[in-house]
Nanobody
Framework: QVQLVESGGGLVQAGGSLRLSCVTS????????MGWFRQAPGKEREFVAA??????SYSDSVKGRFTISRDNAKNTLDLQMNSLKPEDTAVYYC???????????????????WGQGTQVTVSS
């Protein structure tokens, strides 16, 4: 069974930084897709970033401020968040799919495995 556990969320002032981490377990390879989504109260789930074997992808709202990275040896996924804004406030979820077939990285339904989420709050 694939499991993902996020950590690193918290309260930060606008302009500050946070680094989220996700520890994975139960997978048989590291050839799939991993990413981050977020959801604010009363809003739809939003794609943040994803990483595949040969590249990364970011939403326009975070591009240039966030950086996604993975360490396959350690089975970890990180999201470095800089220049945080109040609109970044949300629960952040780590997601994974175990292959790269029929890529649809911005579609939540593409990912069968989700973590429980970690809260990020950015004060104005």
């Amino acid at each position: 069974q694939v499991q993902l556990v996020e950590s690193g969320g918290g309260l930060v002032q606008a302009g500050g930084s946070l680094r989220l981490s996700c520890v994975t377990s139960g997978r048989t390879n590291s050839n799939g897709v991993m990413g981050w989504f977020r959801q604010a109260p009363g809003k739809e789930r939003e794609f943040v970033a994803a990483i595949v074997r040969r590249g990364t992808s970011y939403s326009d709202s975070v591009k240039g401020r966030f950086t996604i990275s993975r360490d396959n040896a350690k089975n970890t996924l990180d999201l470095q968040m800089n220049s945080l804004k109040p609109e970044d406030t949300a629960v952040y979820y780590c997601v994974e799919r175990l292959d790269e077939y029929n890529l649809a990285i911005k579609n939540p339904s593409f990912y069968p495995y989700w973590g429980q989420g970690t809260q990020v709050t950015v004060s104005s």
